[in-house]
């Protein structure tokens, strides 16, 4: 490494952001620039650690202490070299990954781990700035046609790999913005538009053809897709939310988190949203029900719309704030994480379950709550029991459910295509390919939700195989080959 001391020498240090009273009053993103010299210094914590176990906790396989070396050195052309070898969009992961590289650090077994997430977005920013990531048209062409349904990150991956080696590569979305998830579930917050719009222009630009308000199985036909296409994969994601068959769930104010999380990218972006149609946080009392990161999207965007209050409620116990003995190094650690939506004012509250939805007149009002305790059965299962005596009522007008997705959406494209599912709804696969011949998938369609890094891998790993399907063999990497056939 570039300074064998620097882990010693230097502490952990992110990027200020600005401050939560004022960064409510906006959409824009909250963190402020680096200075180049903390950049640095950041880089230098990175260990010769002779065995990187990040490699192993990231979804890509990055070759971390690689690129931060590069960037200790100031050389910003290798950094970039090396982080979009295993990588196509480090701009949208080193914003909004919970960075499984950094529970990995091995610095992070005794100190603070090293800032892999925001050098790698700082090493992504840089090259653009500098002019380093240019248009890479292929020089031949295949005579190859690939569908690419969906155009969240596991679709944008796939497309970008394949059509790398010359393949001719169409994205279908079937809404009226490409970027999928990155468009419409992301808050700008965390990842403003722009810079998806940006990579969306660059893959244009490499030659992808990008297909909005083509809804494959209703106003596209299935059947013409098959003909028209070598091969086709499904990128469309797990769609389909968790509900919850509780009372007063069909009260007005009640909606899942998605609804209310794409609504507001809407108006973002410009659109229009129809009266009838809006669901607002405004002048309201907001309950999230859910503790992940879609629940804490949540409480970000009630905020900004000037929420009278924002409680998040969590099915599950507290998490502790340090590892424990069921999660020690190199493990995810189960551990209580404060997001920035967190830190602009909310209330949570854990161990909660909902049990009544009260209205009045059509619409919620209040909801009804019953602490509960887990415990382990016989066969290690958790089991949870509420507590006597323990019902409470809070305030509701405005009730988001952030309790997850199922599986993908079944009616249209799958249905028409035929393809086998596995048992919990999922797209079953064998090395990315379906049931049907020539058809394949991945991201959430297939592995079920997840986060963006795991969709990129997904869109990545799918895409080698698919290139060996048409060609016989590939020339794309892979993270699960350590050996490239050429």
Known sequence: MGKPTGFLEFGRELPASRDPKS?????????????????????????????????KGCPLGNNIPEFNDAVYKENWGEAAKVLFSTNNFPEFTGRICPAPCEASCVLGINKPPVTIEQIEKEIAEKAFDLGLIQPNVPKNRTGKKVAVIG??????????????????????????????????????????????????????????????????????????????????????GSTVPRDMPVPGRELDGVHFAMDFLTQENRRVCGEKIKREDAIVATDKHVLVIGGGDTGSDCVGTSNRQKAKSVTQIELLEKPPLERGEKDPWPLWPVVLRTSSSHEEGCERKWALNTKVFHGKNGKVTCIELVEVEWTLTKNGKQKMVEVENSTKTIACDLALVAIGFLHPQRTGLLDQLGVELDNRGNILCEDYRTSVDKVFAAGDARRGQSLVVWAISEGREAARTIDEFLMGVSVLESKNRSLLRV
């Open 23 to 55: 960064r409510i009053e906006d959409s824009k993103e909250i963190q402020l620039e680096f200075e180049a010299e903390k950049l640095n210094k950041q880089a230098a914590r990175c260990m010769d650690c002779g065995v990187p176990f990040c490699h």
């Open 151 to 236: 155009s969240g990150p596991a679709g944008l991956a796939a497309a970008a790999q394949l059509n790398s080696v010359g393949h001719t590569v169409n994205v279908y979305e079937r809404d009226n913005r490409i970027g999928g998830l990155l468009t419409y579930g992301i808050p700008d917050f965390k990842l403003e538009k722009r810079v998806v719009e940006r990579r969306i222009t660059h893959m244009r630009q490499e030659g992808i053809v990008f297909k909005t308000n083509a809804n494959i199985g209703d106003n596209v036909k299935t059947a013409d897709i098959l003909d028209q296409y070598d091969a086709v994969v499904v990128c469309t």
